[in-house]
Structure formats: C-alpha cells, structure tokens
C-alpha cells in the first residue's frame, strides 16, 4: 500500500486540495445512490451490477446476490470539476452470472452518510437462454460494453492469475514444443514485484523472441473481461523419456485500487505434464538424435586441385525439428587428403513452429596424393513425425581430380605425416698437419670467485623458474581450478560491461550482460558445466558446498528476477541500477560463504 511518506511533497499538497475540495463539495450536494444493471441476459453468461454513490466517505452496503453465480468485485473513484462544480463518483461493481433463466430480483442497496440512510432501486434482471435484447441498462442511459473478442479456454482462475499453455502434452524425446506464459488480471496492474519461475527440469530451453513491452489486451473467460499481458514464450525440447512436470510461476503484481491504494498481489498458475515417449527401436546406425524433417547437401569448391592445394568441403543440413541438438553427419574424407576438423556455422530461426533453418559444416583438405579421388555421399538419419518412422537422407558422392606428380627426391606425405628421405654422405679422412705446438692460453676471470658466484646466482635462478614453472603447470592442468579462482573476477568484468550498457539505456544487452555475469559465475565456481546449470542443481551443488541459504536465496531470487525483468515492459520493469546493485551484491555475498 502507498504511503503519504512514498509521495513527493508536491503531491501530497495537491493530493490535500483534493480531498478538502471533495469533502467540501460532498456537503454541498444531494446523496444519491444508484444501481445498474443489464434488464436481460443470457444464462451462464457473466455480466457486471454497478453501484454508485456521490460522496466521498459514505458506507456503501453489499448487495443481496442470492441465486447467482458470483466471480468477484472491483472499485473505481473519479473526481471532475467542470465550471468549478465538482463532482464526486465512487462505484462497486459485481461480476456475476444467472445460472438459468428466470427472474432474479435484488433488494435496494443501502448507505450510511452523515448519520443517515439512503437507498438505491431495485433491481430486475431477466435471464433467457437466447435473450433477443443485449443487455440494455434499465436506467440511466448508459449500456454496458459488448465483448467482441472470442471466449478464451485458460487453466486459471480468480481475479488474478497466471496462465500457461503448451501446444503438446504428449511428444516425443528431442520433439520440440511451443510454450507460452501469460497474466489475466481483473486489477489495475501497475509493476511486476517479484517472480518465481519453473527450472524446466529435462527440457533444452530456447526463447522465441517477442515485443520487450507487454501490450495489455482485453479478453473474455466464461463471460467475464479481463486484461492479459503476454510474459513470454519458450520452445522445450525433452531431453529423456516419461513424464515430465512444468512446475507452477508464482508471480507478485502491485496493483492500485480506490484512489491512493496500492495491493501486492500474487499471481500463480498450475503445473503442467508432458507425457514424453521414447523414440522405437531399432535406430539407424547413423542416427544422432534428430527429429524433425531433414535434407542434406555436400559441395566441393572446386573439382580438380592441384597436389599439395587446399579444398573446402561443405556439408549443409536443412530442416525443422531439432537441428540446433543433433549430432554432426558423418564424413569419411579419403586418406589422399589431410583433413582438419570442421568449422561449423548456422542460420536457425525460433518461432511458434519450432526451430528451423541451416547448418552448415566446412572441412579444409590438402591434396597429398595424386589421381581421381572419390568422396562417398554422406548419410543422415532422423525420426520422421509424420510418418513415425526412422529416414535417412544422403547426398551426392563427389569425384575430386588431384593433378601434379611428387618428386622422388622432395619430400613424401604419406596420412598426413612427412617422411624425409635419408640420403648417405660419404666422407674422406683428411691429412692432419704435423709439426705444430699447442700452446694454453690463461684467462684470470675463469675459475675466479666472481666467476662462481656468478655460476651459483644463475643455477638458483634457473632452479626457482624451473619449480614456479611446474606448479603453473600443476594449477592450469585443472581447468575448472582454474575457472573456479578465477570466477568472482570473471563475473566483475561481465558486470561491468553491463554497466555500460544501462548508462547507454540498452535494456536488453544490459540484462544479457547480467545474465551471462550470474550464470556463468556458478558455472566456474560450482565447476558445472552449462548444460547441467539448473536452479534445482546449483541450490543442490550449493547445499553440498556448505553455503547457507541466506546467500543462496537473494542469488536465485536475483536471477529469476532478471530473466522476468528481461521481458517485462518498460511500464513494468525496475530501474536498471537496482537490478545491477542486486547482481553484484548477489556475487559478493556469494563470493564471501562459498568454500572451495
């Protein structure tokens, strides 16, 4: 709830005017209580009771909803000066439905003011199975808005909820689906407080890109309107078979209701299961996990090399399933070439229909022999969705022409390793002149103290390069060691990459940066690699550490935190600096309990 301590002190003065403008007015104007109502409906369908009063501070009664189905209620105040008059409007309303038809009749509202009673009409509402009239108010002038919008088929419920839709609950391994996360709200929203999102346990995750501002739109469940802000979308691929849980959001919202009050509400949705079957055996001997539908290509740059020449071969995968996942195809370059290992590049696109797109693998050969050289076609194995079978796919064998002869006497490749040859020297005993004198020559520095002193200072030298040496081999031989010391610095660099990116206003980098800096700080401190690095796993690997939950808490809250903050919209979103003060508090606070 806002507090008047939350409120500049302009506002609070004019916030003053205000209610001593409205308590004078309410005195110098009639009470009147009114109540509003569609004259007929249709059964089963949710429509909305207004009550109104013209004064501030007046206690408003409830109504007698005997008979209806009840959904839940909202208040609105409004204040207008026109000419100087001023105008005061509080009004409840109730959502509700008339189960079947018939007449349903609701006794008059009453209000206490000043000591006295005042009473609304009552109300006649007539429910039809096929009403020929749209709900047309009874009094007042006024009509309630028709929704065009469709009935909408959610899995929550109440005044606030999460809603999370799958587009497949029984899929196979490595079958992608298509997620999306969203809020129904009958509250005014006005910031996302705090957010707990599931860890996807046994799924590979990837975000399908959508609008950084979420765009509220009006929507219809069972008769009854709410406003629905999309959070965001995920494409899941399960990595193993049998049933798989999506555990619940839990979101907290603030949300203003009446004039100055603020609520923190929570919003949460319920788990969903993903049946995941297995793929059938037998698999191709070739299969390397792809499902989907594929087609596959090899090119050469060129059809005839010279010996020694370089020659680019392309193998290019094409399709949509899980492409980004499965294994490379395999390519059997002939020994006649030296083959270096392959640089791969992609052209993948995430959308509501999965993942699709290229990737393309490039190998480098060296002609090391000549003649006609035949590549073999390649072949790729995948599971067919369709047809629920295994296919394989193959391409083109490619004949490659090697020109040149090697010299017997150069240099002989052979498997890409070089053989020199030997060649025998001869050689001659050559006359030894006689008759000569060898003479010592002394040297005063050699076999001097300095000289020896010297020799100790460099052997001492050599031996502690020597021992430095060897234990920086012993430290960098552990990789992850060497992470692991340097993870709390690795973080700080991230971190301030970020810090750039919020003084430019880069939203988006700025939460990138932060991400990058928190993940992969567990992923070098806890040793763990990337694709094992879950909230589930890191608390677990952090309990085993010794690490309190004191600092493990602010930690996972942070990150959950900046992943939703990622994509909340800018009406919604925190200040950048607040996010980038709780990252590094989250780092330092972490840095000081984890034991090594």
């Not at 249709?42 to 207004?50: D, H, L, N, P, V």
């Not at 055996?281 to 290509?297: E, H, L, Q, R, T």
Request: with cysteine; hydrophobic share 35%.
């Amino acid at each position: 709830m806002v507090t008047f301590n939350s409120i500049p002190m302009n506002r609070l003065i004019v916030a003053i005017t205000l209610l001593t403008g409205i308590i004078s007015a309410a005195y110098g104007q009639d009470v009147a209580v009114t109540a509003n109502a569609p004259s007929t409906v249709k059964s089963g369908q949710a429509f909305r009771i207004e009550y109104t009063i013209n004064v501030q501070g007046a206690q408003l009664g409830q109504p007698d909803l005997t008979g209806f189905d009840y959904y839940g209620a909202s208040t609105s105040q409004s204040v207008s000066i026109v000419n100087g008059s001023m105008t005061v409007k509080y009004s409840v309303y109730y959502t509700v439905s008339a189960p079947k038809s018939g007449t349903y009749k609701i006794p008059p509202v009453t209000a206490e003011y000043n000591g006295k009673t005042y009473k609304s009409r009552e109300l006649v509402i007539v429910a039809q199975d096929n009403p020929q009239q749209n709900q047309a108010q009874n009094q007042g002038g006024s009509q309630n808005q028709q929704q065009s919008q469709a009935e909408e088929q959610v899995s929550g419920s109440g005044n606030l909820f999460i809603d999370v839709n799958v587009n497949k609950k029984e899929v196979y391994v490595g079958q992608h689906i298509v997620l999306s996360a969203g809020f129904y709200s009958r509250y005014n929203i006005q910031e996302i407080a705090d957010t707990k999102l599931p860890s996807y346990n046994g799924f590979w995750v990837k975000e399908i890109s959508t609008p950084s501002r979420i765009t509220l739109q009006q929507k219809l469940i069972n008769g009854v309107p709410y406003s629905y802000g999309l959070l965001h979308k995920k494409v899941l691929i399960p990595q193993r078979a049998g049933e798989l849980v999506i555990e619940p959001y839990s979101i907290d919202f603030i949300t203003r209701e009446g004039f100055w009050d603020s609520y923190k509400r929570t919003g949460k949705s319920t788990a969903k299961t993903i049946k995941v079957k297995q793929l059938p055996s037998p698999k191709p001997d070739n299969f390397g996990g792809a499902v989907g539908s594929f087609n596959i290509s090899m090119t050469a740059d060129k059809e005839e090399v010279k010996l020694d020449d370089p020659l680019t071969i392309k193998v290019t995968l094409t399709g949509n399933g899980n492409i980004q996942l499965c294994e490379a195809p395999k390519v059997d370059i002939p020994s006649a070439f030296e083959a270096f290992p392959p640089k791969s590049a992609e052209n993948i696109k995430t959308d509501d229909n999965g993942m699709s797109g290229t990737r393309t693998f490039s190998y480098v050969a060296i002609a090391r022999q000549p003649g006609e050289i035949t590549i073999p076609a390649v072949k790729f194995s995948y599971f067919d969705l369709a047809s629920k079978s295994y296919k394989t796919v193959s391409t083109n064998e490619l004949t490659i022409k090697i020109t040149g002869e090697r010299d017997s006497t150069a240099t002989a490749f052979t498997g890409g390793v070089i053989k020199s040859d030997v060649e025998n020297l001869g050689s001659d005993i050559r006359f030894i002149k006689q008759g000569f004198e060898l003479k010592s020559k002394k040297f005063g520095f050699f076999n001097s103290f300095e000289f020896w002193m010297i020799i100790l200072v460099l052997a001492l030298a050599f031996t502690a390069v020597i021992l430095l040496r060897l234990q920086q081999i012993k430290n960098n031989a552990n990789l992850a060691a060497v992470k692991n010391r340097k993870a709390g610095r690795t973080s700080r660099k991230r971190l301030k990459k970020a810090a750039e990116y919020m003084t430019q206003n880069k939203k988006d980098e700025f939460y990138e940066e932060v991400l990058n800096a928190l993940w992969g700080y567990l992923g070098d401190k806890l040793e763990m690699p990337a694709s094992e690095l879950t909230r589930d796993n890191v608390v677990d690997k952090l309990g085993d550490k010794g690490v309190s939950m004191d600092a493990v808490e602010p930690f996972v809250n942070t990150l959950n935190d900046c992943e939703f903050e990622r994509y909340a919209p800018s009406g919604l979103a925190r200040p950048l600096q607040d996010m980038y003060t709780r990252a590094a508090e989250a780092i330092e606070q972490m840095e000081n309990n984890i034991k090594n």
